[in-house]
T-cell receptor
């Protein structure tokens, strides 16, 4: 069973900021939170990873509250090419590094 | 850096034949590789974990005699689907990790996937 829960789908428009929230109520102390992006017929692509507070890279930001029971992936100013499935996963010693994928969030960006 | 390739990208075979899929880490040594299967409109399902030089660990419900995994070097793992049947048609994806760091930060880098169609 996946350890995370996300909305099944989200719609947005070009240029908007998109926030996808993921719930991981039973995250283990040493687990990290990792987000992947997948386009149709392609392998997932690593987006960002974090443990607590805020992490930012060139493509996204990840916000993690103090209790770490949820996290929010923020995509600034999305474009049509950001239409994809986004997966939130917890990763760590509790699962020996294995990634158990949930259903993910299908983001549809409209013009 | 951290590029993973798969070959072939797509394969069509007749029922009863065996198909081999290769997964290579091109610019790093992968201590661990993972194999996933993905059916249309579904999420990735982990099939097995492969460590170089040792037997693969299969997830519950995955037949190890049907899905043979060999991880002979730090840059190559192969998945052989033996006696393939139409229900084995799927998108097979591998991933690789560098190892040597804590599980939580050991990023998995995914290959582009292999589309298998069994007629």
């Amino acid at each position: 069973l996946a350890k995370t829960t996300q909305p099944i789908s989200m719609d947005s428009y070009e240029g908007q900021e998109v926030n996808i929230t993921c719930s991981h109520n039973n995250i283990a102390t040493n687990d990290y939170i990792t987000w992947y992006q997948q386009f149709p017929s392609q392998g997932p692509r690593f987006i960002i990873q974090g443990y607590k507070t805020k992490v930012t890279n060139e493509v996204a930001s990840l916000f993690i509250p103090a209790d770490r029971k949820s996290s929010t992936l923020s995509l600034p100013r999305v474009s049509l090419s950001d239409t994809a499935v986004y997966y939130c996963l917890t990763q760590g010693s509790s699962n020996t590094g294995k990634l158990i994928f949930g259903q993910g969030t299908t983001l549809q960006v409209k013009p | 850096g951290a590029v993973v390739s798969q070959h072939p990208s797509r394969v069509i075979c007749k029922s009863g034949t065996s198909v081999k899929i290769e997964c290579r880490s091109l610019d790093f040594q992968a201590t661990t590789m993972f194999w996933y299967r993905q059916f249309p409109k579904q999420s990735l399902m982990l099939m097995a974990t492969s460590n170089e030089g040792s037997k693969a660990t299969y997830e519950q419900g995955v037949e190890k005699d049907k899905f043979l995994i060999n991880h002979a070097s730090l840059t190559l793992s192969t998945l052989t689907v033996t006696s393939a049947h139409p229900e084995d048609s799927s998108f097979y994806i591998c991933s690789a990790t560098r190892g040597g760091v804590a599980y939580g930060t050991d990023t998995q880098y995914f290959g582009p996937g292999t589309r298998l169609t069994v007629l």
